[in-house]
């Protein structure tokens, strides 16, 4: 298995939050994720994270991707039950700090499915975080990702092909080796 190991240097730039950070009660960022569900009408949306994951699917959202590693803040999670429910799904591994190329490849074919309107949860035999840089270039223009900070925020990132483009470049000069992703032109 390949893997693209995440260099020293990125780790504090990539604490930083790439879109709108949401420090509120989950209910509340819930509700202001969904308003701009239904402002934005994105084609995508993936989530990336167990409990955010499991917060929009409580109020009602639906994302067509979903990367969970059944596991938040380094703890066991079990509240998937639902945004599990009657979704395709992949596995793959992807331990702490890399990018697998199976992780990558997993994300891809997860955004694949979902364009030709399957709901898909990738599982993840390790650390799904990392995960948002590849869902962020192969999204099309117009969806949103949503991940979970670290710090108990939920980060709401539109994509516009800047942010594709964005995201591909974090891959090729934050990871050694780097990852090579052509972002999508949706």
């Known amino acids: 298995m390949s893997a693209h190991r995440l260099r020293d240097e ?28 239904r402002l934005l009408e994105p084609p995508l949306l993936a989530t990336v994270g167990d ?8 109020a009602g959202l639906e994302p067509h991707v979903a990367v969970v590693d059944l596991r938040t803040r ?3 999670f079990a509240g998937l039950a639902s945004a599990a429910a009657g979704r395709e799904r992949l596995r793959c591994s992807n331990p702490p700090g890399t990018l697998t190329e199976e992780a990558v490849e ?8 979902a364009l030709s309107g399957a709901r898909t949860l990738v599982v993840v035999d390790g650390e799904e975080d990392l995960l948002a840089l590849p869902a962020l270039a192969l999204a099309p223009a117009g969806s ?11 980060v709401a990132v539109p ?10 470049r974090i891959l090729r000069e934050a990871f050694e080796p780097p990852v090579a992703l052509t972002p999508s032109r949706g």
């Open 10 to 37: 990125y780790r504090s730039v990539l604490r930083v939050p790439l879109g709108v950070a949401l420090f509120k009660p989950p209910e509340v960022s819930a509700e202001i994720i969904s308003e701009l569900v």
């Open 106 to 113: 997993a994300v891809r074919g997860a955004v694949a499915r």
């Open 159 to 168: 994509c516009h092909p800047a942010v594709s483009r964005a995201a591909a």
């Open 74 to 76: 380094r703890e066991g």
């Open 144 to 154: 949103l990702v949503v991940y979970g900070l670290w710090l108990g925020a939920a």
């Open 51 to 58: 409990f955010v994951t499991a917060n929009l699917v409580r």
